[in-house]
């Protein structure tokens, strides 16, 4: 957390406002910015842990081999909730106690030599025997409970798990936890007989102990950071294959191992493309994949040991949906990406993290498209692209590359700006330097910088050499400067030709004062016809000339929005059915993006969606059923929400006719996604024949099992308009649920009550210890946006706000407010939000806040523009 108190203003803010931080010089270890000395360097480090579950707790002994540049008063490393037996640094023969002074504030230890003696230059070993804590979140080591059943009796169980991504591995460690700070591992575990153990190496030895225990010994590891070490430990199972010489093996509970057939056939695709990709095989002799039953959310990229959440990695092949095929498929991708962008070549420090996390996100998307064209994985990841640009437009912005002073800090980080604008930009700069260009500057990345770190910079040097081009100049708007553009186009005919103008501005939402900027910007124009125009605007207006007078457009999604004259924005509406799907979804997504600037009014989106007819995307249909939920959001009456309720289900009506609720022999591999989301938009809009029959399908889903690629719609539907009868059987599901998919949809449906009594027995139960504490304050943050009314939500964790936090983590207690605060639209509602962050936590926590609060102000001043008029379109619509 930043140690900066309120009196210093908006400090978290301002770091990430700020715009480029200037030139960024290519890598050098000694420049490199963290907190710790750079005299000391770690060369290898031999850890070993003896986990005591029933006491919540380990026993550690860490010898780390270290390299003293110049004489030093004292070592100071990392560590955090770690209890010091004992520390001992051994120089050739001689030993020294050394003293521990701990900084729980700053995380770190300093050992002392005795009597105010110094540390020589040269090769020592420091030896420090510790206990720690086994805690209950998903940060450094930690348990996950889960459930199976024996004997027909629902049975507890329990794993170890490690996550130590950003600044966790010192929860489990002491150590130079910090990226530019590599060094080898040998990681060895007392565990008992009947558990497996697994690492980022292959097992070298198995040792027996007394008592029903053995000593699992990992072979040394290459030249890594702490943050990707991994132990996992647990009754599992396996599934093991080989690709290219390289051993891999998926891990799960008990009787799962067959769930992971298709994420095995995946990863021996993913991995020999990307070994030809790269340029650099796959580094280690092995590489494995657990899943984790519970208590951790998403991935984590550790070499050789990646660690999934159980239903994104086990695949039931009866019960699961293409979606989820899918979701799997990327998130594979992905995380196998890193152990390339990351792991072999890692940041310096978090201000670079993008390039870990937007090259794994781009080279899953790239994959799949390559593997299998007919998911259009190029189309469906624009919703990300959406997502960091509502974010990116915002006065809460900050750039891709943001400097970081404090590593708590880079939590703030992990976010849909680092991600999914870092992918969206890459596609832009690899369209700008050609395929083969992009493709051969990243092979020389690898080549040069393998086992070690790199900054922006090393990329843009390795690239600029592969293509000819002066990367840095094109690329650093883009990755140094917060925001993006708008571009705006006009048209006029001139004897018998098109003539279009390019113009850009800095495109912001609620922003008024935000500085202006500029980009160098690839548009490509495409006439009715097949003729097109590629153009790289700059600061100054462009002119591009067309053989006709027809309507031009911008093609080929790019990281900008655009606005049209009046006149070509209502040929381009006439027109809307002739365009494909990404021309209509980017027409569609700029239209309500100009809506919530304030630099058009509802009825210009509102006319693209009348004008969908016979629409059958179910991308574009996402886009439309996420506006109109903003758009309900801004109304207040329960008179006027249940209007537009019954114009938006006329809306969705059509195309769900034409899906319906069951399969048809040889639809649309995309058809079952689009039906679960007109099921679930129908249902919570209150369609009393979708009610029905969601209610009918959930009531006999015992004889006849409900379609899984609709079953979490079905389950919303039901919670929505649940009774008490329905609500009792959701918490038995969850209660009941074996596999955490089930688990999670169950607690999804439960979060969508509207009932109020029942939702506050919900959220009574999210207080008691039934469920593990950081998905129990998941869920509780996120009741606010399921259920149809967030005010009793919003009350209700106010008052039990000293209960939530105790439950959350430290960082946890940052979202708590905010998540729950996020449906609303009134702006009274931002300053409660923010003064009750103050009143609670530190400086760390204003940055989240103040994401929601500028969030809740901006659909407040679009609720004051807009308002009438989407009352007036829903009653005009209701009637029909």
Not at 33 to 44: D, F, I, R, S, W
Not at 166 to 195: C, N, Q, Y
């Amino acid at each position: 957390m930043l140690a900066q108190r309120f009196a210093n203003g908006l400090l978290a803010l301002a770091l990430l406002a700020a715009g480029a931080a200037g030139a960024e010089p290519r890598f050098s270890f000694h420049s490199t910015p963290g907190k710790l000395p750079k005299e000391v360097v770690p060369v290898h480090y031999s850890l070993r842990v003896v986990p005591e579950i029933g006491k919540d707790q380990f026993n550690g002994r860490i010898e780390i081999d270290l390299d003293v540049a110049k004489p030093v008063k004292a070592l100071t490393l990392n560590a955090a909730n770690l209890t010091f037996r004992s520390a001992v640094l051994v120089t050739g023969r001689a030993e020294a106690t050394l003293g521990a002074g701990v900084d729980a504030k700053n995380e770190t230890v300093t050992l002392t030599p005795p009597a105010g003696g110094m540390i020589r230059a040269g090769r020592h070993r420091l030896r420090i025997d510790y206990t720690g804590p086994i805690g209950k979140h998903s940060q450094g080591f930690f348990q996950v409970p889960y459930k199976v059943r024996e004997g027909g009796k629902l049975v507890d169980k329990k794993m170890l798990a490690t996550h130590f991504e950003p600044v966790h591995a010192r929860k489990m460690f002491p150590s130079w936890d910090e990226p530019a700070f590599r060094a080898t591992f040998d990681i060895a575990a007392e565990i008992d007989d009947g558990l497996t153990a697994v690492s980022n190496m292959p097992v070298l030895k198995v040792s027996p102990l007394p008592g029903g225990r053995k000593e699992v010994a990992f072979a040394r590891s290459v030249s890594m950071p702490t943050y990707l070490v991994a132990l996992f430990i647990g009754e599992m199972d396996s599934l093991q294959d080989e690709v290219d010489g390289i051993k891999l093996g998926i891990y799960t509970v008990k009787g799962k191992a067959e769930q992971a057939r298709f994420a095995m056939q995946s990863t021996k695709q993913i991995v020999r493309y990307f070994n030809d990709y790269f340029g650099e095989r796959y580094a280690l002799p092995k590489l494995d994949q657990v899943a984790l039953p519970g208590g951790f959310g998403g991935a984590m990229e550790n070499w050789g040991a990646i660690v999934y959440i159980e239903s994104r990695l086990a695949l039931d092949p009866v019960a699961s949906s293409l979606k989820l095929q899918q979701s799997i498929y990327g998130l594979i991708a992905h995380e196998i990406a890193h152990q390339w962008f990351g792991n072999l070549v890692t940041m310096a420090w978090w201000d670079n993290l993008w390039l870990n996390e937007a090259f794994a996100s781009w080279m899953a998307t790239k994959t799949a498209e390559k593997f299998h064209p007919q998911w259009q994985a190029e189309l469906r990841r624009t919703p990300r692209v959406e997502e960091a640009m509502l974010e990116d437009a915002r006065k809460t912005t900050h750039p891709v590359q943001t400097p970081v002073e404090q590593d708590s800090r880079a939590f703030d980080l992990f976010d849909s700006i680092t991600y999914n604008k870092g992918e969206a930009f890459l596609y832009m700069l690899e369209a700008y330097l050609g395929e083969n260009a992009f493709r051969e500057g990243v092979r020389r990345y690898m080549r040069a910088h393998r086992f070690s770190n790199t900054t922006t910079a090393d990329l843009w040097h390795h690239l600029s050499e592969a293509s000819g081009q002066d990367v840095k100049v094109f690329a650093a708007q883009w990755t140094e400067q917060p925001g993006f553009p708008l571009v705006k186009i006009g048209q006029r005919c001139e004897g018998g030709r098109s003539v279009v103008t390019l113009t850009q501005e800095r495109f912001t939402l609620n922003d008024p004062q935000a500085k202006p900027l500029s980009w160098q910007v690839p548009v490509t124009l495409a006439a009715a016809g097949v003729e097109s125009r590629p153009v790289l605007l700059g600061a100054a207006p462009a002119e591009v000339r067309f053989a006709r007078c027809e309507p031009v457009r911008a093609v080929r999604v790019g990281y900008y929005r655009v606005l049209y004259d009046d006149a070509s924005f209502a040929q381009l509406v006439g027109a809307l059915g002739k365009l494909d799907a990404a021309d209509r979804l980017r027409l569609l997504s700029d239209s309500f993006a100009l809506v919530q600037a304030g630099r058009a009014d509802v009825t210009r989106y509102l006319r693209l969606v009348d004008q969908l007819g016979d629409e059958a995307d179910r991308t574009v249909w996402g886009q439309v059923i996420e506006s109109l939920r903003f758009l309900r959001e801004l109304l207040d009456s329960p008179a006027d929400r249940g209007a537009f309720d019954r114009s938006a289900a006329g809306i969705f009506a059509k195309p769900f006719g034409k899906a319906g609720w069951d399969a048809i022999p040889g639809e649309n591999a995309d058809t079952p996604t689009l039906r679960s989301s007109l099921i679930e938009a129908l249902g919570l809009a209150g369609d009393e024949k979708i009610v029905r029959e969601a209610r009918a399908r959930f009531a006999a889903r015992e004889s006849r099992t409900i379609d899984p690629s609709i079953r979490p719609a079905v389950l919303n539907v039901v919670g929505r308009h649940a009774d008490q009868t329905a609500f009792d059987a959701l918490l038995g599901m969850m209660r009941g649920a074996t596999d955490v998919e089930s688990k999670w949809q169950a607690q999804s449906a439960l979060r969508h009550v509207a009932e109020p009594k029942l939702q506050h027995r919900w959220m009574e139960l999210l207080l008691t210890d039934e469920l593990p504490p950081g998905e129990a304050v998941w869920n509780l943050n996120h009741v606010s946006q399921g259920s149809e009314n967030p005010e009793p939500v919003w009350q209700f964790v106010r008052a039990n706000l000293a209960k939530v936090y105790a439950k959350a983590s430290p960082r946890g207690r940052v979202y708590v407010l905010p998540e729950t605060a996020i449906p609303f639209a009134d702006a009274a509602r931002a300053d409660e939000l923010m003064a009750l962050t103050k009143a609670n936590l530190d400086a760390g926590a204003l940055y989240q806040a103040e994401k929601v609060a500028d969030w809740i102000r901006l659909k407040a001043a679009v609720k004051a523009r807009e308002k009438e008029r989407i009352v007036q379109w829903a009653k005009e619509h209701a009637k029909r």
